[in-house]
């Protein structure tokens, strides 16, 4: 079927490229037009909000049980729904997704079971949650082959192959194990001539003694890109990523009053813009794409063909514009505690980072001055009320050696570019934009990597130092 010559290409499709007959339809028609001249591996999220459903009965089967039963009374309605609306009845796939819906929903039905029984616990959460992909990864590999298009396609679950540690709801994979496993168990698939195509599902993987894990919400974007890591060996691999967006910002939409698509950027920068609350991928995919170099594209689902999109690749592109993007946290919260008894004692930062770490909180800057004096960091603002008390209680920090104080209206800034790194005068020129403009700086931080100069102001000054800096930086004549 495919005019195979040597390139393969990996495509994600998410939650929303399958929710209706229409998008189905849409997904083949995204299939047929790269089938033509490369193999394909393609790897499905679960049917639109049957996650959050799952996540929904698995917490609900400790003790309501009539609302459990009316959960996935309605997850299997869904799925019915759908097999019913994207099916020819008279094909036989039609009655093995129905067979296979029936089976998975029985299972789920004794799970929930199990979870009344034995109360809950994470290992379980995954299991209930990875039947969200199985079922739909198998209803787009039916549909594949129910088309008159004549492509045969091969259904595997990634536990399979994918080996993960035993972070149960955020599991990192073992990447050597998988590819050792994808080689064995899914390669001569895929070099097999009755098979044209393999659907994968995306989301979950097993430990080493075959539990499910999940990889985290938005965990199909990984497992896109483990399987271009563990075919990267052998061919010349590349991901797409279907989107509902064109692709990567250089702005929040929602704060600067310009914004452009950036068509080329580097592994490095993308992940500083996934960080700085650019969701459009899930962080850790970019980690492993980079490990093999492997290029990667984010496409409208919507419009394929459109040359709106973006790609990303190992390399900085170093012949555009120095700073790529102005990026924002609009809601956050920082931190400061002053102490003279902090200087030149060493272990102070470790225990308070300790102290925040075991309860959960994430740090989103640090910055402390080389006197020592002050150590100041970014914190969620939903956390701060936690850290509040956590300092205020502890035996070090709560003593009256240490003053803490912590500011609630500050917004984070970013101005991030890869082609910063040993380029003289960027910091000034951030500085010097934002004093003639009037706004006040209250904290910096900048790793020594370059990447991102990142600014606090106040949350009042957020929107317009970001358009200042855009002006600056990115629009500038
Ligand atoms: N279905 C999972 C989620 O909703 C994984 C994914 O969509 O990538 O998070
Ligand atoms: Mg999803």
Same mark, same amino acid.
Request: proline share 2%.
């Given at each position: ?63 309501? *049980? ?21 099916? $020819?009845?008279? =094909? ?39 039947? @969200? ?31 993960? +540690? ?42 080493? +003694? ?17 399987? *271009? ?34 068509? $080329?950027?580097?592994?490095?920068? *993308? ?19 980079? =490990? ?64 925040? @770490? ?15 004096? $002050? ?33 609630? +209206? ?14 003289? @005068? ?18 910096? *931080?900048? @790793? ?30």
């Amino acid at each position: 079927m495919s005019h195979y010559n040597g390139n393969l290409i990996v495509m994600k499709f998410g939650g929303s490229c399958l929710q209706d007959a229409k998008s189905f339809n849409q997904t083949m028609k995204i299939i047929q037009m790269y089938i033509k001249e490369s193999k394909l591996i393609i790897v499905t999220s679960a049917l639109k909000g049957i996650t959050d459903k799952l996540i929904n009965f698995y917490k609900k089967s400790c003790d309501e *049980a009539t609302e459990c039963e009316y959960l996935l009374e309605n997850i299997y309605n869904m799925h019915k729904n759908t097999i019913d609306e994207i099916f $020819n009845e008279n =094909k036989p796939e039609y009655n093995d997704s129905l067979d296979f819906l029936d089976d998975n929903i029985e299972e789920l039905s004794q799970l929930g079971r199990i979870v009344r029984l034995l109360r809950p616990s994470m290992d379980i959460q995954d299991i209930i949650v990875s039947y @969200g992909e199985k079922l739909s990864t198998f209803i787009v590999s039916q549909y594949i082959n129910s088309q008159e298009c004549g492509i045969k396609s091969q259904f595997i679950s990634s536990d399979e192959f994918i080996i993960t +540690d035993d972070n149960f709801g955020r599991a990192l994979p073992l990447l050597d194990e998988t590819e050792e496993l994808f080689i064995k168990n899914v390669i001569p698939i895929l070099e097999s001539d009755a098979i044209d195509l393999i659907c994968i599902t995306g989301f979950y993987g097993s430990t080493k +003694d075959k539990k499910i894990t999940t990889l985290g919400r938005g965990g199909t974007d990984l497992t896109a890109a483990i399987v *271009a890591y563990c075919l990267k060996s052998k061919y010349n691999v590349k991901v797409i990523y279907w989107k509902d967006v064109r692709g990567f910002l250089n702005a929040d939409p929602r704060i600067s009053k310009k914004t452009a698509l950036l068509k $080329n950027i580097s592994y490095i920068e *993308a992940k500083e813009l996934a960080f700085f609350g650019s969701k459009v991928l899930h962080p850790v995919c970019l980690d492993v794409n980079e =490990k093999r170099s492997i290029p990667s594209e984010i496409r409208t689902f919507e419009n394929p063909e459109s040359e709106e999109f973006t790609t990303i690749t190992k390399e900085v592109i170093r012949d555009e514009k120095i700073i790529k993007a102005i990026t924002s946290i609009e809601r956050l919260s920082m931190v400061t505690i002053e102490s003279g008894t902090m200087i030149s004692l060493p272990g102070t930062v470790s225990k308070l980072f300790s102290l925040l @770490g075991n309860d959960n909180i994430n740090i989103k800057f640090i910055s402390q001055s080389s006197s020592e004096n $002050n150590i100041t960091f970014g914190i969620d603002i939903e956390d701060a009320m936690k850290v509040s008390f956590l300092l205020r209680n502890s035996d070090l920090f709560g003593k009256q050696w240490f003053n803490i104080k912590i500011d609630h +209206d500050i917004s984070l800034i970013a101005v991030i570019g890869a082609g910063m790194l040993h380029t003289p @005068g960027i910091a000034g020129k951030v500085f010097t934009t934002l004093g003639n403009n009037n706004i006040n700086v209250r904290a910096i *931080a900048q @790793g020594s990597s370059e990447l991102n100069i990142t600014i606090i102001v106040e949350r009042k000054d957020c929107r317009k130092a970001v358009n200042v800096l855009y002006d600056a930086f990115i629009n500038q004549s």
